[in-house]
Structures are given as structure tokens and as C-alpha cells.
Nanobody, 114 residues
Framework: QRQLVESGGGLVQPGGSLRLSCAAS????????MRWYRQAPGKERELVAT????????TYANSVKGRFTISRDNAKDTVYLQMNSLKPDDTAVYYC???????WGQGTQVTVSS
């Protein structure tokens, strides 16, 4: 049974950092491009970052460029999102997504507040 399980969310002060993880199982993870999305209360789900199968190409939303880094470890079947210089506007539920399978994780809450 395929699964995407996010972890690493929490409460952090503005300017702080978090690293989100998304552990995949039930499918050949290394064959799939991956994405991170986020959804803030009352807003549409927003694409945050993408990464290709080998990690050789990454893209970012303008709102996070220079602060967030997406990466993956295919030996561990895991994709990461390193988030630095966090702002209150980054508060959202963060989801990982495998586009070719149209498959979502359950999400992890990130709250940036003093």
C-alpha cells in the first residue's frame, strides 16, 4: 500500500528554521518527481517546491526562493523541505505530493508565531 507520511512540523518563532520530511513507501520512490505544497487557512493550496527524480533540478515559489531548500534521499525514500528564515506568512499545512500518481500525504502543520 503506497504511503506518503510527512513529519517535522511544529511551532517556531519568526526567523527560525524547520526541516520537513516526507517518507514514501509502497512504490518505487526514485522513479517519481516530488513536490511540496502548502495550504493556509482560507487560502488555496500553493505549490512551494519541486524536485526531479535524481534531485538534479529543483524549482521554488517566489515567496520561498532563497529561504527554502527541497532535497531527496532515494536510498531512504524520503524528500525533505529545509525551511529557514521563517515568516508568519509561512504558517500552513505542508503536504508532499507525487504528481504522476496524483497522490498526497496527510500533511504536517507549520506555525510561525512569536
Amino acid at each position: 500500500q503506497r504511503q506518503l507520511v510527512e513529519s517535522g512540523g511544529g511551532l517556531v518563532q519568526p526567523g527560525g528554521s524547520l526541516r520537513l520530511s516526507c517518507a514514501a513507501s509502497g512504490f518505487r520512490f526514485s522513479n517519481y518527481n516530488m513536490r511540496w505544497y502548502r495550504q493556509a487557512p482560507g487560502k488555496e493550496r500553493e505549490l512551494v517546491a519541486t524536485i526531479t527524480t535524481t534531485g538534479g533540478t529543483t524549482t521554488y515559489a517566489n515567496s520561498v526562493k532563497g529561504r527554502f531548500t527541497i532535497s531527496r534521499d532515494n536510498a531512504k525514500d524520503t524528500v525533505y523541505l529545509q525551511m529557514n528564515s521563517l515568516k508568519p506568512d509561512d504558517t500552513a499545512v505542508y503536504y508532499c505530493y507525487a504528481p504522476l500518481m496524483d497522490f498526497w500525504g496527510q500533511g504536517t502543520q507549520v506555525t510561525v508565531s512569536s
